[in-house]
């Protein structure tokens, strides 16, 4: 599986790519910290179900709040046939540390 850092996040973000940030965490932990960019909060319980909302032929990032559910979804998105997916190595509680302090980190 593919992995992204938060750093390369933070440049594709400011270069203006095209890519989707695909949230799996839950609704409260979205609203406790996030990145501020174009992004989709699909719960990975819910994932399966809401699956065909996505496109298989853009770039999805995913993340969650350490990387491990993330980690989790990327693999259901890869077994459903989407090639073009990267987990968010340490999630939002490292985006929180190295590039945006002002978030809280739970």
């Not at 996040?9 to 095209?18: A, V």
């Not at 719960?43 to 993340?63: A, F, G, M, T, Y």
Request: aromatic fraction near 4%.
């Amino acid at each position: 599986m593919k992995e992204i850092t938060v750093e390369k996040l933070k440049e594709k973000i400011d270069q203006n790519e095209p890519f989707l940030l695909l949230d799996v965490r839950e609704p409260f932990e979205a609203h406790i910290s996030n990145i501020d960019t174009n992004s989709c909060l699909i719960p990975l319980d819910d994932l399966s179900d809401r699956i065909n909302e996505l496109d298989k032929e853009q770039e999805i990032i995913v993340l969650c709040r350490s990387g491990s559910r993330s980690s989790k979804a990327c693999e259901m998105l890869e077994e459903n046939g989407f090639s073009n997916v990267a987990n968010l190595k340490g999630g939002i509680n490292d985006w929180a540390a190295k590039i945006d302090l002002s978030l809280p980190q739970y």
